[in-house]
């Protein structure tokens, strides 16, 4: 059980275009997930809370209006990267938790963004 | 500010030894603490959390310590298999304030 699944894993899109991934919870109900970057050999970072139904919760220096988070139901997020620059590249990860279950979280398989 | 500092970012071990990886933190009281598994171009996996006031958790080949004086975990990992080569990260609190250290590389050779 507690299965995220991530789409896609890879993708190259062009500088000034937008790209969306998303993030599902295949075997349980999520009313909140995560967004997180990583750099090489960084830590994550979290990025955003996505809630569903309302508006996802952004962490300080994080553009919303770049990083475009939907979360309208609850087994789906996704994070719209828009007007993409090369230095949007990176490894985004989802996660999220079970209900009454706020220690552990579940993440997604990642999507490696290129933008050329 | 909080920081979280994994000892190093790369150790390598000879299979059948185990292995023993550090995390320390500053400026922070979780009550929680977590470690997950990451391999190349994947999401971590979790395996173990530990509660701040329990000194260790045991999990099969796992071992995880706790001190909430030293500021410090040590995740264990014995008779470590070539399998176990991956990055393990910890992470401290709750996961809407979730704080990931920036990982250790072990490589366990035949």
């Known amino acids: 059980g507690a299965v995220v699944s991530q789409h896609p894993s890879r993708v190259i899109c062009k500088s000034g275009t937008s790209v969306k991934i998303e993030c599902r919870s295949l075997?349980?109900?999520?009313?909140?997930m995560f967004w997180y970057r990583q750099f090489p050999k960084k830590s994550l970072m979290l990025m955003a809370t996505s809630n569903e139904g309302s508006k996802a919760t952004y962490e300080q220096g994080v553009e919303k209006d770049k990083f475009l988070i939907n979360h309208a139901s609850l087994t789906l997020s996704t994070l719209t990267v828009t007007s993409a620059h090369p230095e949007d590249s990176s490894f985004y990860i989802c996660?999220?938790?079970?209900?009454?279950?706020?220690?552990?979280?579940?993440f997604g398989q990642g999507t490696r963004l290129t933008v050329v | 500010s909080q920081k979280i500092e994994q000892n190093s970012e790369a150790l390598n071990i000879q299979e059948g030894k185990t292995a023993t990886l550090t995390c320390n933190y500053t400026n922070y009281s979780p009550a929680y603490l977590q470690w997950y598994r990451q391999d190349p171009g994947r999401g971590p996996v979790f395996l173990l959390l530990?509660?701040?006031?329990?000194k260790e958790k045991r999990k099969e080949r796992l071992k995880v310590t706790f001190d909430t004086t030293l500021k410090q975990s040590l995740f264990h990992i014995t008779a470590s298999q070539p399998a176990d080569s991956a990055t393990y990260l910890c992470?401290?609190?709750?996961?809407?304030?979730?704080?990931f250290g920036a990982g250790t590389r072990l490589t366990v050779k035949p």
């Open positions: 075997d349980f109900q999520a009313t909140t």
């Open positions: 992470a401290l609190g709750m996961v809407w304030d979730m704080r």
């Open positions: 996660s999220a938790t079970l209900s009454g279950r706020d220690t552990e979280a579940f």
């Open positions: 530990i509660r701040e006031n329990e």
